[in-house]
Every structure is written in structure tokens, then in C-alpha cells.
């Protein structure tokens, strides 16, 4: 059921791809919201919202549409074979609607009397060709597992296929395939079929020959520049064989120039190096089983001091963004996905991006940067500098000490916190829980509320001085915020306060009411019990 917070939720948000306001006061006509529904249907699916206006800030203007919900439910239904789920809401300003249009089904996009819709500004116009090409694309099975028409075992090498063997067996639930001969191996995953043999397995165990006869695109070339600036690279060396084959190799060429930073705990020093072997290597894994192989370009490593992108050719598969791709993961070549998984080089298909994070926090790194350029390719970028080794200590300090096992979640809380950022609200939860193990402390109430790393951390590293700084800085914060109310209101009483500030202890609202007393900023009118505060005259 639609809520008063979750109406204020949509409100605060801009525009998207997901989500779409009208006014629609005096009504809205059918022909238009089926439009607006196909077209949030091929885009994904998301939220239509009428009696809203358009502009920012949004504000509840109320709308007369639809006053028929059932028939409208089923005339969208039979009109887009689509379930929209629509919802009323009486909001104090008006009645809102609220349409929930879910995504195109895989493969096909949803089309109103003939012709598919899209968005473009405030209005829905004929889909792209583009754009219908990537849906109908969604339903094409799974490149890496097709046969590639003139290739054989022959062409597939057999160190790679020993060093993927080697694998398998550091994992349980292979041993039936221990006795299994390469073919056989091979055809047991899947990765022969028939008489054909798959680009999946080309990929991962071609010969260098192989790969230049059938499938030059899956080449991975590395390039290292010194400065940042340069045009021609210091060192570039270009890997065309299976997988199997140059997984190492591509990370120790990338570990030839990973500089370490050192962190000094009492007498012993730890280094980290720019470049997590772990992250690295998960982000070729993330390369390799999601690229488009369609595409005949190569995936790029290009390596500098302090930080290192790796190019994809192809956009992030259909329905995952640089947003969401924490959460959804779709692996574009399933086969070459299952493989990984199988050997245990990824936990589970088409994951990792997780690993990715997690890494980096705990090393004080600056989070993994993904991009679509143009819609052509994907791009990766991981920062190599540690901004606060101290961090990396405290984290590591408080597992030991705590015994607790940090979520990706509570990790990101840590990061916002300790870069001063605000906690989104989907994070609550967990910064609750920190917040309850005495990890992070609450400065200040109310409007006022933000958090800090404990005392301790600042203890821990030394700058006792800025934990002292920031508390003072926020009741800094929560006088001034007792003035402004008072300069509105004009007269509160101690209650009053507790509600403004959030504060339970009246001993601390007390001891700032007195400090802005003692300034000759406010003052204390009539008898203790029954008195108010006001601004100074």
C-alpha cells in the first residue's frame, strides 16, 4: 500500500528513465497513459505518477484521472498485455495516482496500436531502431555456448585444459569428472557439443592460432603509461590465447609496476599494494565472461601510477547499470560464466563486482568507477592510492576485537562515515548496528544528526583533536538551530527543544540554552516551571 513516506520518497527524486510525473489536474487522457506505460515498459519498467507536477521542487497538485480504477486496470491490460498495478493515494493536497508498469518481457517490447514507444523529455515518441534492436537481442541464446562452425579439439591447447583440470579438482562436487579424458571433461560442461565446439571453449582454451583464425576479437591487450597524459604507451603487450592460458600472465604484468604503501602497525609494516591481486584479477573474470563477443573489438587493460581501467567492447547487458550493477548481475556469456564458477574462480555465475568493493574499502580505496561510454563499451576504473592506512588498521582492530564479520553493507556505511558523507537511508539498518557496537557515534539531533567514527578510532590514530573539533562543531550546530527556530516561532519552551533536537537528556538541551544565555542571545521569561525561552530584545 502507497504511504505518506513513500509518496515524499518519489517527490525528493528527479525525473529517470523510471520514473514519470504529470500533473494530469483536470484528467489525463487513455490514449496518452497507455503511451507513457509501453514506453516505461521498454525502458525498463517504473513508476507513473499523476497529480504531481512535472517541474522540481514536485508538488501534490491532485488529478481528476482514472476515477474508474478496475476499468482502467483491465483496458491497460488488454490493450499492452501488461499487468500495471495502479494505486489511489489522498494526499492532503490532492489525489495521486500512482501506476507501478513493470519491464518488457525478455526479448519483446510492448507495443500501442502498432507502434513502440519510448520517452524522449516531456513526451513518447516511435522507439529507435537501436533501441528495439537491443530488446529483441535480449532473447538471442547465449553466444559463448554456440558452435563455431570449423573449429575442432585440435585447435584447443592442452595446457590450458590441464590448468583448468587442476582447478576443478581444488573444488568438491567435481570428483566425477577427475577420471573423465579432455573431450569427455569437456563435453560433460558442456563446452563441446556434438561434433561443434563452442566459442566458450575456444575462449577459455583456444590456441594462439585458433583464436587468430576464428576469433581475433577475444584478444586482451595491455598498455602502461607513466604519465597520465601520454599518447604513446612505455609498454603495451597483446594476449591472444585461451584464458587458461594468460590469466596469470596478465596479472604479472600488471604486478611488474604495482607500487606498495606502507602502514606501520607498532614495530611491524604492512604493505598494500595499489593494484588488490583479488580485485584484478575478478575484474578480468567480470571482462571476459560479460564482454560482447559480436563486437570486434579487444579488451584493454591500460595501466598507470596510481590507477588502472580495463574497456570492454559492448554495453552493460540489458537491465544492469552503473547503479545497479551491485545488485543485478546478468552474464552476458553464461557458458564462459558457469566455467569460472565451476573451477572456482568466481563463487557464484556472473558475481564479483561485490568482492570488488568490499576490497577496496577495507584497503581505503576509492570505490570501483563503472561507465557506459556511448553505450559501446564498459569501463572499469580502480584507484590505486590508500587515502587513510590508519582506517585500514581500524577496521582491521575492530574485526578482531568485535568478532564480527562486516557486510559489504555495513563496509559502505564505514566509508560514507568516514569520508563525512551522508548514510543513505536504505543503509539504516546497519548504521544502527555499528552505531550499537560502539563503531560510529551520533554528533548532534534531530536536523542537526550526523555521525563520526567512534572516539576510539581517533584514540587509535592519534587525532584525538579532531573527534574533540567535531563535537564542538555540531553543538555549534544545535545553537544555531535553537536561534533559527526561535527567530520563527519567537517563543519555546524546554519541551519544544526536545522535540527540535531530538535529545533525551534535558541536562544537554539545558547546557546549550544557558551557553546562548551567557552570549546575551537569548533569555528565560516568567517562573521556571511555566516560562519560556526567546531571543534576546
Same mark, same amino acid.
Given at each position: 500500500?502507497?504511504?505518506?513516506?513513500?509518496?515524499?520518497?518519489?517527490?525528493?527524486?528527479?525525473?529517470?528513465?523510471?520514473?514519470?510525473?504529470?500533473?494530469?489536474?483536470?484528467?489525463?487522457?487513455?490514449?496518452?497513459?497507455?503511451?507513457?506505460?509501453?514506453?516505461?515498459?521498454?525502458?525498463?519498467?517504473? =513508476?507513473?505518477?499523476?497529480?504531481?507536477?512535472? &517541474?522540481?521542487?514536485?508538488?501534490?497538485?491532485?488529478?481528476?484521472?482514472?476515477?474508474?480504477?478496475?476499468?482502467?486496470?483491465? *483496458?491497460?491490460?488488454?490493450?499492452?498485455?501488461?499487468?500495471?498495478?495502479?494505486?489511489?493515494?489522498?494526499?492532503?493536497?490532492?489525489?495521486?495516482?500512482?501506476?507501478?508498469?513493470?519491464?518488457?518481457?525478455?526479448?519483446?517490447?510492448?507495443?500501442?496500436?502498432?507502434?513502440?514507444?519510448?520517452?524522449?523529455?516531456?513526451?513518447? %515518441?516511435?522507439?529507435?531502431?537501436?533501441?528495439?534492436?537491443?530488446?529483441?537481442?535480449?532473447?538471442?541464446?547465449?553466444?559463448? #555456448?554456440?558452435?563455431?562452425?570449423?573449429?575442432?579439439?585440435?585447435?584447443?591447447?592442452?595446457?590450458?585444459?590441464?590448468?583448468?583440470?587442476?582447478?576443478?579438482?581444488?573444488?568438491?562436487?567435481?570428483?566425477?569428472?577427475?577420471?573423465?579424458?579432455?573431450?569427455?571433461?569437456?563435453?560433460?560442461?558442456?563446452?563441446?557439443?556434438?561434433?561443434?565446439? =563452442?566459442?566458450?571453449?575456444?575462449?577459455?582454451?583456444?590456441? #594462439?592460432?585458433?583464436?587468430?583464425?576464428?576469433? &581475433?576479437?577475444?584478444?586482451?591487450?595491455?598498455?602502461?603509461?607513466?604519465?597520465?597524459?601520454?599518447?604513446?604507451?612505455?609498454?603495451? *603487450?597483446?594476449?591472444?590465447?585461451?584464458?587458461?592460458?594468460?590469466?596469470?600472465?596478465?596479472?604479472?604484468?600488471?604486478?611488474? +609496476?604495482?607500487?606498495?604503501?606502507?602502514?606501520?602497525?607498532?614495530?611491524?609494516?604492512?604493505?598494500?599494494?595499489?593494484?588488490?591481486?583479488?580485485?584484478?584479477?575478478?575484474?578480468?573474470?567480470?571482462?571476459?565472461?560479460?564482454?560482447?563477443?559480436?563486437?570486434?573489438?579487444?579488451?584493454?587493460?591500460?595501466?598507470?601510477?596510481?590507477?588502472?581501467?580495463?574497456?570492454?567492447?559492448?554495453?552493460?547487458?540489458? &537491465?544492469?547499470?552503473?547503479?545497479?550493477?551491485?545488485?543485478?548481475?546478468?552474464?552476458?556469456?553464461?557458458?564462459?560464466?558457469?566455467?569460472?564458477?565451476?573451477?572456482?574462480?568466481?563463487?557464484?555465475?556472473?558475481?564479483?563486482?561485490?568482492?570488488?568493493? +568490499?576490497?577496496?574499502?577495507?584497503?581505503?580505496?576509492?570505490?570501483?568507477? %563503472?561507465?557506459?561510454?556511448?553505450? =559501446?563499451?564498459? *569501463?572499469?576504473?580502480?584507484?590505486?592510492?590508500?587515502?587513510?592506512?590508519?582506517?585500514?588498521?581500524?577496521?582491521?582492530?575492530?574485526?578482531?576485537?568485535?568478532?564480527?564479520?562486516?557486510?559489504?553493507?555495513?563496509?559502505?556505511?564505514?566509508?560514507?562515515?568516514?569520508?563525512?558523507? *551522508?548514510?543513505?537511508?536504505?543503509?539504516?539498518?546497519?548504521?544502527?548496528?555499528?552505531?550499537?557496537?560502539?563503531?560510529?557515534?551520533?554528533?548532534?539531533?534531530?536536523?542537526?544528526?550526523?555521525?563520526?567514527?567512534?572516539?576510539?578510532?581517533?584514540?587509535?590514530?592519534?587525532?584525538? &583533536?579532531?573527534?574533540?573539533?567535531?563535537?564542538?562543531?555540531?553543538?555549534?550546530?544545535?545553537?544555531?538551530?535553537?536561534?533559527?527556530?526561535?527567530?520563527?516561532v519567537g517563543r519555546c519552551g524546554i519541551t519544544d527543544f526536545e522535540e527540535l533536537l531530538s535529545l533525551k537528556n534535558r541536562n544537554q538541551i539545558h547546557n546549550l540554552l544557558i551557553n546562548l544565555k551567557r552570549?546575551?542571545?537569548?533569555?528565560?521569561?516568567?517562573?521556571?516551571?511555566?516560562?519560556?525561552?526567546?531571543?534576546?530584545?
Amino acid at each position: 500500500m502507497i504511504n505518506q513516506q513513500q509518496i515524499d520518497a518519489w517527490l525528493s527524486r528527479p525525473e529517470d528513465e523510471h520514473l514519470e510525473f504529470k500533473q494530469a489536474k483536470p484528467g489525463f487522457p487513455a490514449e496518452e497513459l497507455a503511451k507513457y506505460c509501453a514506453a516505461l515498459a521498454n525502458e525498463g519498467g517504473g =513508476t507513473l505518477i499523476l497529480g504531481v507536477t512535472d &517541474g522540481t521542487p514536485h508538488r501534490v497538485v491532485g488529478t481528476a484521472a482514472c476515477q474508474n480504477l478496475d476499468d482502467t486496470k483491465y *483496458r491497460l491490460a488488454t490493450e499492452l498485455h501488461l499487468r500495471v498495478g495502479v494505486e489511489e493515494y489522498q494526499h492532503p493536497n490532492g489525489r495521486v495516482l500512482v501506476f507501478d508498469v513493470p519491464s518488457h518481457p525478455l526479448g519483446t517490447p510492448i507495443n500501442y496500436k502498432g507502434t513502440y514507444w519510448m520517452r524522449v523529455g516531456e513526451s513518447t %515518441v516511435a522507439m529507435t531502431d537501436d533501441m528495439l534492436r537491443r530488446i529483441f537481442a535480449e532473447a538471442i541464446k547465449d553466444f559463448s #555456448a554456440e558452435i563455431c562452425p570449423r573449429a575442432s579439439l585440435s585447435d584447443l591447447h592442452p595446457v590450458a585444459i590441464q590448468e583448468f583440470r587442476a582447478r576443478l579438482r581444488n573444488r568438491p562436487g567435481n570428483e566425477d569428472l577427475f577420471e573423465a579424458s579432455d573431450e569427455q571433461l569437456l563435453r560433460d560442461l558442456g563446452l563441446i557439443k556434438g561434433a561443434g565446439i =563452442t566459442y566458450a571453449a575456444l575462449v577459455l582454451f583456444g590456441s #594462439a592460432q585458433a583464436l587468430r583464425w576464428y576469433m &581475433g576479437q577475444a584478444e586482451i591487450v595491455f598498455e602502461y603509461r607513466l604519465e597520465e597524459d601520454a599518447i604513446e604507451y612505455d609498454d603495451r *603487450r597483446e594476449f591472444r590465447e585461451g584464458f587458461f592460458l594468460i590469466f596469470d600472465k596478465l596479472w604479472e604484468t600488471v604486478n611488474l +609496476r604495482n607500487k606498495k604503501y606502507h602502514v606501520q602497525d607498532g614495530l611491524f609494516i604492512t604493505d598494500i599494494p595499489a593494484f588488490n591481486e583479488k580485485v584484478v584479477r575478478e575484474a578480468l573474470l567480470n571482462a571476459v565472461s560479460h564482454r560482447d563477443y559480436t563486437r570486434p573489438g579487444s579488451v584493454f587493460i591500460r595501466q598507470y601510477a596510481n590507477w588502472l581501467e580495463i574497456v570492454s567492447p559492448g554495453a552493460l547487458p540489458e &537491465g544492469v547499470t552503473p547503479d545497479n550493477i551491485l545488485e543485478r548481475q546478468e552474464p552476458r556469456n553464461r557458458l564462459i560464466a558457469e566455467s569460472f564458477a565451476r573451477c572456482g574462480l568466481v563463487e557464484r555465475a556472473g558475481q564479483g563486482f561485490d568482492k570488488m568493493y +568490499r576490497l577496496s574499502i577495507q584497503e581505503s580505496k576509492s570505490l570501483p568507477e %563503472v561507465s557506459e561510454p556511448y553505450k =559501446t563499451e564498459v *569501463r572499469l576504473v580502480l584507484q590505486g592510492t590508500v587515502r587513510d592506512a590508519n582506517f585500514v588498521r581500524f577496521l582491521d582492530k575492530v574485526a578482531k576485537q568485535t568478532q564480527q564479520r562486516f557486510s559489504l553493507a555495513d563496509l559502505f556505511v564505514l566509508d560514507y562515515v568516514h569520508g563525512n558523507q *551522508r548514510v543513505p537511508d536504505n543503509l539504516r539498518t546497519n548504521l544502527n548496528r555499528l552505531r550499537d557496537l560502539g563503531i560510529v557515534e551520533v554528533l548532534g539531533y534531530g536536523r542537526g544528526t550526523a555521525y563520526t567514527l567512534s572516539k576510539d578510532y581517533y584514540d587509535f590514530t592519534g587525532t584525538a &583533536g579532531i573527534y574533540t573539533r567535531r563535537l564542538g562543531l555540531n553543538r555549534e550546530q544545535n545553537m544555531e538551530l535553537i536561534l533559527k527556530h526561535l527567530r520563527r516561532v519567537g517563543r519555546c519552551g524546554i519541551t519544544d527543544f526536545e522535540e527540535l533536537l531530538s535529545l533525551k537528556n534535558r541536562n544537554q538541551i539545558h547546557n546549550l540554552l544557558i551557553n546562548l544565555k551567557r552570549e546575551g542571545k537569548i533569555r528565560f521569561v516568567g517562573q521556571r516551571k511555566s516560562g519560556y525561552w526567546e531571543l534576546a530584545r
